[in-house]
């Protein structure tokens, strides 16, 4: 996935996630023993006091931190207390998704899903996002093939009304008319949205394909023809068959009490009748010994290969077998298929491999991205051959052990965020029924595991049951077919859609007039030791005791506004070398000597992140030490980088949305630095030397002005004497402080770039202020109630829009979008159909027009809550806390700074802040960008030079 600008490609680990959780309210990125992942730190002891039986079911001597009950009604309630931070997660899982849908049901779990935010006989279509906001959390909503979710994250002090309106949800759901025509309209959008994410549909596609005779079969979001029928009627029949306590599970965990949520649990739940004939239908699938393939042509310019394997799903309880085989097969710079298609025979751009956990059978993935689509045969038979060998158990006790490493770090960070804590509890047990699977699934001696390795390799992943898929760029003469096909699309979705119309308004709050959050709880903000090196390295430490882990997060002083003119994405380029080899490693033990550790290594433009075992800190610095100091820039290696360069860029300009913001900023910014494109162009990286790298190195890669910050389970003293350690000898240069330009003055434009795709990318763009601007709090506080701000919320400016038109899927909105040192902007974006684009451009125009002067005292109340409340999460584990200190130290604020900041904001009035909003965002003077089926000139590959 992208993280930051290092435009980190894992597109499989994405895709994962993407067709596993459809959002369907996206709201406005081990040594040879048994292997026991201690769960001491998190583990807590309760007493058990009230008529609420917790469940001890688990085997002898494992302890975890999961409390169960089962209510007389069916309903499972899950807990963990995690007493971290005054937060709570609250999901409630239903064991239906679209594969318990039957034929003509196609699509019904998911718009469902939609419809529960919709209202109910005791709350109005507007009640729960605003509930939601005044109580200052977020909720949202998932749909797999296997289950359906529905999560609130609120403040210790308000977390229980998220009960109320769950069990509410669960039996009183009016799935009005009237509202299922405007969101009928924004699924329509979303499944749109879905066709233009090619590698989803892909992998979408080869699902389909694969399991011709299983639920699997379709897709998740439906067939639009089946939901063009639906009616209130359709959806109550669906909704009462599945939606029962006793194929639910309620999971909390955060800052609770366990028994509290037992009684409450039952105080909200526990009279809702349950249907004890339910029973879900088992699915079958005829298997054979076959290989299907399936090609998509796209306006893409950047091919991509997949490769699909049946393995068991996650009831079969095999997941640590096959998150380890991947981790050796294809996952990681130092697997098989890293080092033996990227590195060693220079066939691909990148290679990954993943375990895609659907419940009745699992995926086995492996994505591609081929130099030379002529290479896919060679391709392949690399694959086949690596997979034969690990079934034949020729892999080494060194590469399980790594596979081992990575998968405790990874259940690590989970342990670091409670909302990932309850959707892995969640899930496991709705697929398991073991609440403790969450936390046991790495219970296995290495030994069984080695041999599980083998067995489901040489089981599952034969060449004779390999599927394939690619997608592939367009032919020439395919290009007026392809966009004819979408054009029928698109005027068959108007004439459906426009017979039914909304031609109500949203309903107003009712409900949550009645709701009031309660006083926030106090939290002691972290504070860090600091020190200065004596070569000028600044050093930030806090010791965070949550888990066994510590984060190293470097920044450099350099950014992409370090580029030279005729060199751009120098920086960008540069960075990526910093993994590529030093002095005491190649690029390849480099890799070895992290991975086998289980070292994570991120590397942005000037920006370097380490996560590892408290145990490894000293050989993280080493490592740190070795990429500023001691890096090699060799001549394979610089070619093997320019070519994921010019990947990353080729994918940059098939992105709608990310080709509609560069535009945008090229807009605004003009001839200022902000308005380049940190990947550089095609010219601009194939002219880059051996020799311009290294000079930019030892000039740029510099202690001074650099900024370290080390978080973790260790000693603040601990971590001073290795950092000065091993970091002290690091030398260099003072650097420059770059003088940008002065902005100019921007009049109202508009700029139209074909992109041949289902939608089109829609922008608004004009000016904004400095982050230390006075008006940046204002417009800060503004952004809340526009566009849901930092929590996201739903009651807002432009989701109001969406609600009552279902004009899009999404759309988000900032007026201080990259607002740093030098003036921001203000950009709306969202995505839209060819049809509807016009109504949205004014709908949009219309509410910016009026957002401003619309604002309630009460709203601005609310934003300043939801502010608070977001503070507490910039220190929710060792990354966020460590770029926490970095961020106050870059803008010289104070250590107190989170301590005041709600003071601060509370100061601000509603005339204060309409005030600082009509300086800056006037509709008249925007620049309109739209990026798509729009433009009069096709979008050539030519543009990847600007």
């Known amino acids: 996935m992208l993280t930051g600008s290092s435009m980190k490609r894992e597109m499989l680990v994405l895709i994962c996630f993407l067709l596993s959780t ?121 749909t797999s093939y296997d289950y359906t979710g529905y999560l609130f994250n609120f403040p210790t002090q308000n977390w229980q009304e998220a009960l109320s309106i ?26 749109k949205l879905y066709r233009d994410r090619y590698m989803s549909s892909l992998c979408e596609g080869m699902i389909s394909m694969i399991f011709s005779d299983h639920p699997y079969h379709h897709p998740v979001i439906g067939y639009k023809q089946d939901l063009w029928s639906v009616t209130s009627q359709t959806l109550h029949e669906f909704y009462r068959k599945h939606y029962l306590p006793n194929n639910a599970t309620l999971v909390v965990v955060g800052d609770v009490k366990t028994e509290e949520v037992f009684g409450l649990a039952q105080q909200h739940f526990g009279l809702i009748p349950a ?22 042509y796209r306006d893409v310019k950047q091919p991509i290969l997949a490769y699909a394997f049946v393995v068991p799903g996650t009831k079969d309880k095999k997941d640590y077998a096959l998150e380890s085989l991947a981790w050796i097969v294809g996952k990681g710079k130092s697997s098989r298929l890293h080092t033996t298609l990227v590195e060693q025979e220079q066939l691909a751009v990148s290679v990954h491999a993943c375990y895609y956990d659907l419940f009745d059978y699992g995926l086995f993935l492996i994505d591609c991205e081929p130099k030379r689509i002529e290479d896919a045969a060679l391709i392949e038979h690399h694959i086949t051959q690596i997979i034969r060998d690990i079934a034949s158990g020729e892999f080494t006790d060194q590469e399980l052990s790594k596979a081992i490493k990575l998968t405790q770090m990874t259940f690590y960070e989970t342990l670091e965020d409670i909302q990932e804590q309850a959707t892995q509890i969640g899930k496991y047990f709705v697929a398991t029924g073991d609440e403790h699977y969450a936390f046991t699934f790495t219970h296995q001696s290495k030994e069984s595991l080695r041999n599980d390795i083998i067995t489901l390799s040489a089981q599952y992943l034969r060449s004779s049951l390999m599927h394939k898929g690619s997608i592939l760029p367009l032919a020439k003469e395919d290009i007026a077919l392809w966009q004819s096909l979408q054009e029928e699309s698109d005027q068959e979705d108007t004439n459906i859609l426009q017979a039914r119309p909304r031609t109500l308004p949203v309903e107003p709050a009712r409900y949550a007039l009645t709701v009031h959050p309660q006083p926030s709880r106090p939290f002691n903000f972290p504070k860090a030791a600091v020190q200065t090196l004596s070569n000028g390295l600044k050093t930030f430490s806090y010791r965070h005791a949550t888990t066994p882990t510590v984060e190293i997060v470097l920044d450099l002083k350099i950014d992409e506004t370090y580029d030279p003119e005729t060199k751009l994405g120098l920086v960008f380029f540069m960075s990526k070398m910093l993994a590529e080899g030093t002095k005491e490693y190649n690029a390849a033990e480099f890799a070895k000597a992290l991975e086998s550790r289980g070292i994570s290594l991120n590397i942005g433009v000037g920006s370097i992140s380490m996560n590892m ?115 002290s000898s690091w030398k260099g240069q003072a650097i420059e402080e770059i003088t940008f330009p002065p902005m100019e003055t ?89 049809d509807r684009l016009a109504e949205a451009e004014k709908a949009i125009l219309d509410t910016l027009a009026t957002a401003a002067d619309s604002v309630t005292p009460e709203e601005l109340d609310e934003a300043k809550r939801a502010l608070e409340s977001a503070l507490i999460a910039n220190f929710s584990n060792n990354n966020s806390i460590a770029n926490a200190f970095l961020f106050l130290d870059r803008y010289a604020l104070p250590s107190d700074y989170f301590d005041n900041r709600a003071a601060q904001l509370e100061k601000i009035t509603v005339d204060q802040m309409r005030a600082s909003v009509h300086k800056i965002l006037k509709p008249n003077d925007l620049v309109i960008v739209r990026v798509g089926r729009t433009g009069l000139v096709p979008h050539e590959a030519s543009n990847i030079k600007n």
Not at 127 to 140: E, F
Not at 281 to 294: C, E, F, P, T, V
Not at 761 to 770: D, G, H, R, Y
Request: glycine share 6%; with cysteine; proline share 3%.
């Open 613 to 727: 075992l408290v145990d490894d800190l000293e050989f993280g610095l080493d490592m740190l030490n070795q990429m500023v100091t001691a890096a090699v820039f060799d001549a394979k290696q610089i070619e093997k980088v320019r070519e994921l360069c010019l990947s990353n860029l080729k994918h940059f300009w098939d992105d709608a949305s990310s080709v509609g913001v560069h535009l945008a900023k090229k807009e605004i910014y003009k001839k200022h630095p902000y308005a380049r494109n940190v990947l550089g162009t095609s010219e601009s990286i194939a002219s880059i030397t051996k020799n311009d790298l290294e000079l930019f190195y030892k000039k740029y890669v510099s202690p001074r002005g650099s900024r370290l910050a080390v978080v973790g389970d260790v000693d603040q003293a601990k971590i001073a004497r290795l950092i000065e350690n091993k970091l």
């Open 275 to 296: 249907d004890h004939t339910y029973k879900r239908s088992r699915a079958y699938l005829n298997k054979s010994l076959a290989s299907k393939s399936i090609t998509l």
């Open 166 to 191: 769950m069990a509410d949800c669960m039996v009183n759901c009016t799935f009005d008319p009237q509202m299922l025509n405007s969101e009928m309209k924004a699924v329509i959008q979303e499944l």
């Open 746 to 834: 921007i009049k109202a434009s508009c700029v139209d770039s074909y992109l041949n795709r289902d939608q089109v990318a829609l922008i608004f763009a004009q000016p904004s202020v400095k982050f230390l601007d006075a008006d940046y709090d204002k417009l800060l506080l503004f952004d809340q109630i526009l566009s849901g701000g930092a929590l996201g919320s739903m009651s807002s400016r432009l989701f109001d829009l969406r609600e009552q038109s279902g004009l899009f899927y999404t759309i988000k909105g900032s007026t201080i979008f990259c607002s740093h040192e030098q003036p921001g902007i203000v950009m709306v974006k969202t995505i839209v159909s060819l």
């Open 22 to 142: 459809m959002n369907g309210q996206l709201k406005a990125e081990n040594i040879q023993q048994t292997i026991i992942i201690n769960p001491i730190y998190i583990t807590m002891t309760t007493t058990n006091t009230s008529a609420h039986p917790v469940e001890q079911t688990h085997e002898a001597g494992i302890s975890t931190p999961v409390k169960k009950t089962v209510l007389p009604n069916g309903l499972t309630v899950l807990v963990v207390e995690d007493h971290t931070l005054p937060k709570v997660a609250i999901q409630l899982w239903y064991g239906v998704g679209s594969r318990d849908e039957e034929d003509k049901e196609r699509g019904l779990a998911h718009l469902i899903e939609h419809m529960i935010f919709k209202g109910t006989k005791k709350l109005s279509e507007s009640d729960i996002n605003v509930i939601t906001h005044q109580l200052s959390g977020n909720c949202n909503a998932f």
